[in-house]
């Protein structure tokens, strides 16, 4: 007998039972990593921000000047703002340093949509710890499941990105609306109607990647913002197309000229959660270069030094050259320290002179280190170029082989299958622990960040309450960031 729903209705029907049965227990704990490492992005974020007309400062900005009831709380700040508006100013934080969380093999970051938008509708709703988590695990699902559907293992890559598409802000936007309208309480056709207006709200093009502009650090914060707004429209009675995803005219059709997977969007759908294959970065750059960073590491562990490298070759896979290794004038010499975060030559350089944290950190992508003279130096020496290798593992692990001749005519290598944090070599719970103290650091106390790390812990109780965690990350900073080193114990 043939299935009546829709793939939209399907999805609905899927995130409801979220909210109404308790989530597998690996499930849970993930989801409470996921909203800490997020956080922990956001406190960075903004201890990072270079106000003006930085995009954080200006969003930030924007949103105050809209005004409106307050709702929801803004991380790293006593501010509180409308759902949409916190969501907006939390989802640019997360996304902004380039440190948030990667699905494999579709290539997107859900958390940094998710997460911002599950928080502002929570503590509009007035909802507890087990609905929050819940929703949150629903719209990371939710999104991951879009994200699979547009990987085709023929083409070795997402339809997304081969067009220029920001899977992440497209298909978060349906994430965020999906969490946001689990807690405002809307039963499955409702939830799908959500989803439905979200769809039309969907956007982001990743050419910034490529050639400098700052809009995309604020894609999830607009799909956080989309996705509470289409929740709070589908409250009102809005309505969406039910068949939004498969139609003529709709999702797919739209964005991937109909070539999509519809088994990898429904196929064990709350039997096999893509939510776990989301893996965490270890290194605050696109996640394209961290298997180039690995190799690095690994040779100077072994004794390499920057001095010694005549030329090096960086082999990475073929489909993310033109992101960090395109055009090659723009690698070699960053305009910025955002923009080295999408640089194979930068970062590769940096990690030969050695960083901070988990192996590279914040301060390793400063505009003073972009511009160093001796890293562009040392820049210039490294090529990019496709391995096949890499390519034929891509995406479903990030892989890279570095390949350095020295001055004394030694010729060294060093490949990697999975970078550090993916599927083959994940992080630890200490690890993404570690990482979040760093990333808190730099805005809190150690005293703060500790009581921050406890709130945290009782999330995972059974009658935890997320509400101590809101009031520590919504809170006027007590030091300059500046004050707080790069590395703290773990």
């Given at each position: 007998?043939?299935?009546?729903?829709?793939?939209?209705?399907?999805?609905?029907?899927?995130?409801?039972?979220?909210?109404?049965?308790?989530?597998?227990?690996?499930?849970?704990?993930?989801?409470?990593?996921?909203?800490?490492?997020?956080?922990?992005?956001?406190?960075?974020?903004?201890?990072?921000?270079?106000?003006?007309?930085?995009?954080?400062?200006?969003?930030?900005?924007m949103?105050?000047?809209?005004?409106?009831?307050?709702?929801?709380?803004?991380?790293?700040?006593?501010?509180?703002?409308?759902?949409?508006?916190?969501?907006?100013?939390?989802?640019?934080?997360?996304?902004?340093?380039?440190?948030?969380?990667?699905?494999?093999?579709?290539?997107?970051?859900?958390?940094?949509?998710?997460?911002?938008?599950?928080?502002?509708?929570?503590?509009?709703?007035?909802?507890?710890?087990?609905?929050?988590?819940?929703?949150?695990?629903?719209?990371?699902?939710?999104?991951?499941?879009?994200?699979?559907?547009?990987?085709?293992?023929?083409?070795?890559?997402?339809?997304?990105?081969?067009?220029?598409?920001?899977?992440?802000?497209?298909?978060?936007?349906?994430g965020?609306?999906?969490?946001?309208?689990?807690?405002?309480?809307?039963?499955?056709?409702?939830?799908?109607?959500?989803?439905?207006?979200?769809?039309?709200?969907?956007a982001?093009?990743?050419?910034a990647?490529?050639?400098?502009?700052?809009?995309?650090?604020?894609?999830?914060?607009?799909?956080?913002?989309?996705?509470?707004?289409?929740?709070?429209?589908?409250?009102?009675?809005?309505?969406?197309?039910?068949?939004?995803?498969?139609?003529?005219?709709?999702?797919?059709?739209?964005?991937?000229?109909?070539?999509?997977?519809?088994?990898?969007?429904?196929?064990?759908?709350?039997?096999?959660?893509?939510?776990?294959?989301?893996?965490?970065?270890?290194y605050?750059?696109?996640?394209?270069?961290?298997?180039?960073?690995?190799?690095?590491?690994?040779?100077?562990?072994?004794?390499?030094?920057?001095?010694?490298?005549?030329?090096?070759?960086?082999?990475?896979?073929?489909?993310?050259?033109?992101?960090?290794?395109?055009?090659?004038?723009?690698?070699?010499?960053?305009?910025?320290?955002?923009?080295?975060?999408?640089?194979?030559?930068?970062?590769?350089?940096?990690?030969?002179?050695?960083?901070?944290?988990?192996?590279?950190?914040?301060?390793?992508?400063?505009?003073d280190?972009?511009?160093?003279?001796?890293?562009?130096?040392?820049?210039?020496?490294?090529?990019?170029?496709?391995?096949?290798r890499a390519?034929?593992?891509?995406?479903?692990?990030f892989?890279?082989?570095?390949?350095?001749?020295?001055?004394?005519?030694?010729?060294?290598?060093?490949?990697?299958?999975?970078?550090?944090?993916?599927?083959?070599?994940?992080?630890?719970?200490?690890?993404?622990?570690?990482?979040?103290?760093?990333?808190?650091?730099?805005?809190?106390?150690?005293?703060?960040?500790?009581?921050?790390?406890?709130?945290?812990?009782?999330?995972?109780?059974?009658?935890?309450?997320?509400?101590?965690?809101?009031?520590?990350?919504?809170?006027?900073p007590?030091?300059?960031?500046?004050?707080?080193?790069?590395?703290?114990?773990?």
């Amino acid at each position: 007998m043939t299935d009546a729903r829709t793939q939209v209705q399907t999805l609905a029907e899927f995130a409801v039972a979220c909210r109404e049965r308790p989530l597998p227990d690996d499930v849970a704990d993930d989801v409470v990593h996921r909203i800490l490492d997020t956080v922990g992005n956001c406190l960075a974020g903004r201890a990072e921000s270079a106000g003006g007309n930085a995009p954080d400062a200006a969003v930030l900005r924007m949103v105050t000047g809209w005004g409106g009831t307050p709702e929801a709380g803004v991380i790293g700040s006593g501010e509180r703002l409308p759902a949409p508006s916190a969501a907006l100013a939390n989802g640019t934080f997360a996304h902004l340093l380039d440190f948030d969380d990667t699905h494999l093999p579709s290539v997107l970051h859900p958390s940094a949509n998710v997460v911002p938008a599950a928080l502002a509708a929570a503590e509009a709703a007035g909802a507890g710890t087990r609905e929050l988590l819940a929703a949150t695990a629903a719209g990371i699902e939710v999104a991951n499941r879009l994200g699979m559907a547009s990987y085709l293992p023929d083409l070795g890559n997402s339809v997304f990105f081969e067009k220029g598409l920001h899977a992440t802000s497209i298909c978060g936007t349906l994430g965020a609306a999906t969490a946001a309208g689990l807690l405002h309480g809307l039963d499955a056709p409702a939830l799908a109607s959500a989803l439905g207006i979200a769809a039309s709200m969907g956007a982001g093009l990743i050419e910034a990647n490529r050639t400098g502009g700052s809009v995309k650090r604020i894609h999830c914060g607009w799909a956080a913002h989309s996705g509470v707004t289409a929740a709070a429209l589908a409250a009102a009675g809005v309505t969406g197309p039910p068949t939004v995803l498969e139609g003529r005219f709709g999702f797919f059709n739209a964005y991937l000229d109909g070539a999509y997977d519809a088994d990898a969007l429904l196929y064990g759908l709350g039997d096999r959660w893509e939510l776990l294959r989301t893996v965490y970065k270890p290194y605050p750059s696109n996640h394209f270069t961290h298997p180039g960073i690995d190799c690095a590491l690994a040779l100077r562990a072994a004794g390499l030094t920057a001095a010694d490298v005549e030329h090096a070759e960086l082999g990475v896979a073929a489909p993310v050259l033109r992101t960090i290794g395109e055009p090659r004038a723009h690698k070699v010499r960053p305009e910025s320290g955002y923009h080295a975060k999408f640089s194979g030559p930068y970062t590769v350089a940096r990690a030969l002179l050695g960083g901070g944290g988990l192996g590279l950190h914040l301060d390793d992508f400063t505009d003073d280190k972009a511009a160093d003279p001796r890293l562009r130096a040392l820049a210039e020496r490294i090529d990019v170029v496709a391995d096949e290798r890499a390519t034929r593992l891509f995406p479903t692990a990030f892989a890279a082989v570095l390949r350095v001749t020295t001055h004394s005519g030694a010729a060294l290598e060093h490949r990697v299958d999975s970078s550090r944090g993916g599927p083959g070599s994940p992080l630890s719970r200490a690890d993404v622990l570690h990482k979040f103290r760093l990333n808190a650091a730099r805005m809190l106390s150690a005293e703060h960040t500790g009581r921050l790390v406890d709130a945290f812990a009782g999330m995972a109780e059974p009658n935890g309450d997320f509400a101590d965690v809101m009031k520590l990350v919504c809170t006027t900073p007590e030091t300059s960031p500046r004050d707080h080193p790069t590395a703290v114990p773990s």
